[in-house]
């Protein structure tokens, strides 16, 4: 019933191929992966310094390839969805001066990853891209692949090894080449992701709290509502102007600091939307504190109230579901057995993540096929280890 999508060997297989008939035959000698992620609740709470509580996902995003003498790159993917051309190929600047980002877009964060490696310069390199991330699904395909291109790199030219600095090398990569100013926690679980747990991030401090996730009588079900969306139009930049504006207007460095009570007592001073931005990440914020110690005690219940009172706020107050979104979780929430569900992402479609009994996954999918109006796509999924270099045979 739920998708079934290609396995980390499967996609090297593909990529070990396709490399075979772009470059004449030869055989790639590095590889590297890294995963997608789930946010089980916490959305729009990173770039606010506030906490989140992501998974990295079995979906994984594959790169092989070789370095070559020169200073000349050519990069393959084979993701469908990818913008045209699927072949790039660019000289790396001799002189220290800035890769600019361009055509393809899918190549811009390649780029931005080589800019921002932490052992310049970096060597010339062919290589090919595989992923079974879906693109515009809210499950950090852009993350995936700047962690997986930087892990390919670390391969070629080694840096100190520090993950918490790759991570965030990688969100610069976003900034400067993708244009879109996210917070760390896509780059952050992609690259410490850990298998069976979720990790409670810090995005202030940087630190990383593993969560134990690892009941067998439960299942994390994420259903991609096929609606694509794009955080580089205006609205993702529009929600964290607004954020740092209600900061600014309470006094603080950023809403991490701000309490409900501050909130009120400024209410005057700000305008109803951003009140209701400030709200949802204030609120938020807590409520993934709380979610975190319910995981671990296997409160289940009472974590899937949490998701729910989430999925709200980022419906009713910072206005980032639609109408897909909705359905979804209003369809999960009908099937005895499910403890939560809520939207996850950036928003504006994408996808859904649901807490739910393992017994009630195929009760569950059908049910919300029956009732939503497009075509879903379902996904069960564990937690799993982040970003590692692969050996090839």
Not at 285 to 296: C, G, N, Q, S
Not at 366 to 390: C, K, M, N
Request: glycine content about 8%.
């Amino acid at each position: 019933m739920a998708s079934s999508f290609p396995t980390e060997s499967e996609l090297v297989a593909e990529a070990r191929r396709l490399y075979g008939e772009e470059f004449g035959g030869e055989a790639p000698r590095v590889a590297a992966c890294a995963p997608g992620r789930v946010n089980l609740i916490g959305e729009h709470t990173d770039y606010n310094q506030g906490f989140v509580l992501p998974m990295a996902l079995p979906l994984v995003t594959v790169v092989v390839g070789s370095q070559t003498s020169g200073q000349d790159v050519t990069v393959v993917t084979t993701t469908k969805d990818a913008d045209e051309p699927r072949r790039v190929n660019f000289s790396l600047p001799t002189d220290g001066s800035p890769l600019a980002p361009g055509s393809p877009k899918w190549a811009n964060y390649v780029k931005g990853v080589i800019q921002h490696h932490r052992a310049p310069p970096v060597p010339g390199f062919k290589a090919v891209i595989s992923s079974s991330i879906p693109l515009g699904g809210g499950l950090s395909s852009s993350a995936s692949l700047e962690v997986g291109v930087y892990t390919f790199l670390q391969q070629l030219k080694q840096d100190d090894g520090d993950k918490v600095s790759k991570a965030l090398a990688c969100q610069q990569a976003e900034h400067t080449h993708a244009g879109v100013p996210c917070g760390i926690m896509d780059q952050f679980v992609s690259v410490l992701g850990r298998e069976g747990h979720a990790l409670l991030i810090d995005c202030r401090s940087l630190e990383a709290t593993p969560v134990p996730l690892t009941d067998p009588n439960l299942v994390i079900l994420i259903t991609n509502s096929n609606v694509k969306h794009s955080l580089t139009g205006s609205e993702y930049p529009t929600r964290r102007r607004q954020c740092e504006e209600a900061a600014s207007i309470l006094g603080k460095e950023s809403l991490r600091d701000a309490t409900m009570k501050d909130l009120e007592e400024a209410r005057t001073r700000l305008d109803d939307v951003t009140y209701n931005r400030a709200r949802h990440v204030i609120e938020e914020i807590e409520r993934t504190v709380h979610a975190a110690e319910a995981l671990k005690r296997g409160a289940y219940k009472e974590f899937g109230l949490l998701m729910v009172e989430s999925h709200n706020s980022l419906r009713d107050l910072y206005e980032v579901s639609c109408r897909e979104l909705d359905e979804l979780v209003s369809a999960a929430m009908e099937v005895e057995g499910v403890f939560g569900s809520r939207m996850t992402g950036g928003g504006f479609g994408g996808c859904t993540v649901t807490l739910l009994q393992a017994s009630a996954t195929d009760r569950a999918i059908l049910h919300i096929q029956e009732r939503y109006s497009g075509t879903p796509t379902f996904y069960v999924t564990t937690p799993s280890d982040g970003a590692r270099a692969l050996s090839l045979p």
